[in-house]
């Protein structure tokens, strides 16, 4: 059963409404009553009680409260049934109607039988429907329209008013869910309304936001589902006015009207909903965007302290004052970069006062929060600009008094200078010492501008920035001034001794024997004065010996003050060392801690590129470890032979060990450089750098360690050139020699490195002595036939490496790229053993050439130097390691016979053997890989051959000389068939125009200028062509190889004869060699 507290809808009833056993016809009575029609239904009768009750229920509740009040009139339509039908409707309607009645009208049956019976047995039923309303019979619809106006009728009932039952249905229908959705809305929109009205405002930026989106979106959801229903009420109250729109003179009922009525009324509760939920969203948003931006201004205004606390605090470090010109200098350039920095940062406070400013104009609801907040920067700010200013004044206060003091100092180290440079002897003749006297006077007029004045001045003048140390350096200076000035007055006394005009007469005696009796050691000087001294027994009343005591005097005075400004030389170059070494230090961690470390840090970790991921060894290499041994050990070292450098070789002696390290991060640095270079865009490097403050990339840091193993050497040179003489001189020497060897160590294994191809570890080689690039060219010997490599005009290009047991050929690739990656790569060619090599030190033709050959010259390599002198120094390195290996054969018991050394007259290196022996060294390398000899010929030399044994003809050194070509290892190809040599074809005889200039080496050579035509006419045995200048038409012989260079663009276009066909080749000369490697690293 339908609740009462619940109001039944259209909805709800439509079946029993589509029934229309009753309905509200939408007219009104007389008096204003609505009527409600029960049109005829023969099954009114099987209509359920709830039905019926719920039917009369709705129905008597669409009118308004006023109309219903009046009461109902029921129009009760049974024209067609009989009287049963008449008493069960009455009987029905007075036992259940719902609402208020006004009048009874009943149509009676019209057939004359049931007409007749209703008169009757409604006479006598009367009292037994109980209505406290009247009931009255009508015969017709004629009747009806005294009752009832017939406009308020339907035509059923001979009215005019049109009524469509099922638009009746579906207009309650929508009315009823737009009023539902009327209310729903508004009971949303005040919930919503609730909802902001109780929010509290967050304390952050995230959450206010957030809060703002989140009350956003819900606001547009709530608007766009009163745009639907606004959308719906317009539809129904189009449908409503559609009768009228589809015929202007229609005359709108009252139930019609009431419709209207309602969903206009829906329709402007909607409208007034709409505008007050805006008005209290824009109250509510604006109160959320002002929180938000009072949140941004806090968070804005922690940073900027914390900015402001930074650099407050990176501007106390400031308050130091140097311990010299060039650390002061230093930070000053630091505080004039973070200068810069605070400026901005004050920018920033000074924008971020402004933006509170506004924020309080635009009366915002924080004002009493915001206020302190922008008083605060600003008088933060103030304080922060006040003490950089004093900071820049301090320091400019300081840097004064440093070049102040550096200036005298500078004048005291002048003056030595002046001393130690004015030579003894000639300060001995009246000339000399005028001079020197005049260049001092000059020298001491300079004293005015370069002086300190009195002490007590200057601590009063730079009271504010002395401290200790300054106030010993005063002391210092001041000390040292008046030690020169002491000095200066002393020599200037002794010049003008010595400068006095002598123009007393001189008496002349006899000389006397023992005068002319000399030192060797004495100076011209001295043996002028001693002649003098002869010549009569005094000089303006001085004696001979007196002169020569001055003299002595003041060759003592002179000796002692050149020592101390060695000393103070020594002083100045060791200061150097100990602050670069310090600067060094502190570089090292900044990298460290700067770049090395933030590679690790997790917050960093989405700024670096994919190829930096997990690269940070091979970036800074061994750097770390460099860091260490300089922090904790090189440095604290260092710093102990600050009171005497002239023993500080003994130090880098003793770590020279562990300064092998930088060999280490050499090599890498090729590989750094490369990840350096495809990085060094990244956001990663730029973020760290801008932390450090540092105004040049990582990469001017990481060229760092490479600088500093090459400054050793210059201040070990630099101390050792005023050390000559003291007592560390020879640890000085040892530990220049030293770094010297470790520079060529690392610089060799920088070319190490790039060997490509060699099947083997080069470690196994032994020490790498020597490496450079040559002309090569080669011989072969088989059988009894000496067959030379003639289709090779031009030489190869290798580069050789020299190891203590072997010889290395390689071929020197392009290079290619920039900075380390242009560093060339070597092919491994061949390799020989040094135990099976010979050398011919003076190859024909060419003083440049040396030969170097193994299996009794069957293999012959001809080495062409770029200069005589790099030939020079190569015979010498390999002699010196053939003869090592021999000494230490000999030294082994019963293996070697003695071998005696000698060069021959041709410029062979040998070792002839004894007792008409060859040497063969063959128990020594059981162990070594040998070539199989060929069949057919001898394995050995005839034990009892004479003396010059073949391999020994020429009196050529060969360790090893039987024929098992034991000690030769070279990989598959030969050193001759290398395809890559192969390009150029064979020279002829003919014209050729000559391509580059080319001066002359000796008398018997040819000069040539490029575009000038020369005519090769014959080829020489050695490898040079006899060519004549058809311009100038002189002759000469220019060797092939030079040639190639000379004729190479023009060979395409000359005609050749040979069987070989025509060829062309641009090869470059042998000068080429001398090339050095891009990674070599200089001393």
Known sequence: MQQENSPLCAIDIAPDLRKKFAFLLGGRGQNGSPIIVFPEFSAFGEIQEMEFHNVLTYLTNVPSLSAAGVGFILVIDRRQDRWAAVKGTLLRIAGSFPGNLQLVLVLRPTTLFQRTLSDILFKFNKDEFKMKVPVIMLSSVTELHSYIDQTQLTTELGGTQEYCHEQWISHRTDMEGFALMVKRTAQILQSFGTELAETELPNDIQATANLLRSHTDKKDKMKEDLHVALGQGSRLLDSINEPVVRDPDHNRNQGELENLSTVQRLLSQLDETERACDEFWGTHQAKLEKCLQLRHFEHNFREMR???DQVAERLTAFSEVGINPAHADHIFCDLNSHEARVLEVLDEAQALAREGDELIQSSHYAEDSIQPKCSELRAVSKELSSTLRARKDHLLRAMELHHNLERAAKWCGDGLYLLA?????????????ESALQEMERYLDTAGHNKLTDPSSIYSDYKTVLNQDFRDQIDKVFQKQVSVQEMFEKRMVSLKK?????????????????????????????????KSCSEGDSVNGVSSRTVEGQLQSSRSTSLSEEDENLAILRKHVMNELLETERGYVEELHCVLQGYASEMDNPAMASLMPAPLQNKKDVLFGNMPEIYTFHKRTFLRELEEYQGCPELVGRCFLQRMTDLQIYEKYCQNKPRSESLWRQCSDCTFFQECQKKLEHKLGLDSYLLKP??????????LKELLKYSKGCEGSEALQEALTSILGILKAVNDSMHLIAITGFDGHLGDLGRLLMQGSFSVWTEHKKGHAKVKDMARFKPMQRHLF??????????????????????PSYSFKQSLRMSAVGITENAKGDNKKFE???????????????????KTTWVNEIRKVLTTQLEAYRDLPACLPEASQQRSSDGLFQFPPTAGEPVSLRSFRRGERSMKVKKGEPSSPDANSS????????????LDANEENDGYSSTEEPLTSD?????????????????????KCSTQDLSVKSGETVQLIKEGEDGQWFVKNLKTKQEGWVAAANLDTLIGESMSCQSLTSSEGSGSGNLSTSSSCCETSSFDIKP
């Open 306 to 308: 914390c900015l402001l």
């Open 421 to 433: 440079s004015q030579p003894v002897d000639k300060c001995q003749s009246h000339e000399g010492a």
């Open 498 to 530: 010595l400068a006095a005009k002598q123009t007393r007469p001189v008496q002349p005696v006899a000389p006397r024997p023992e005068a002319f009796i000399k030192s060797p050691l004495c100076s011209p000087a001295k043996r002028v004065l001693e």
């Open 706 to 715: 490479v600088q500093r193993i090459t400054k050793y050497q210059l201040l």
């Open 802 to 823: 020299l190891h203590e047991k072997a010889l290395l050929f390689c071929k020197r690739r392009e290079e290619n790229g920039e900075g380390y990656e242009k560093a």
């Open 852 to 870: 170097v050959w193994c299996n009794s010259r069957e293999e012959v390599y001809i080495v062409q130097a770029p200069t005589t002198e790099v």
């Open 947 to 958: 003396p010059i044994t073949k391999g020994w003809t020429k009196g050529s050194l060969s």
């Open 979 to 999: 395809p890559e040599d192969e390009g150029g074809k064979k020279l002829c005889a003919g014209k050729y125009t000559v391509v580059s200039d080319y001066e």
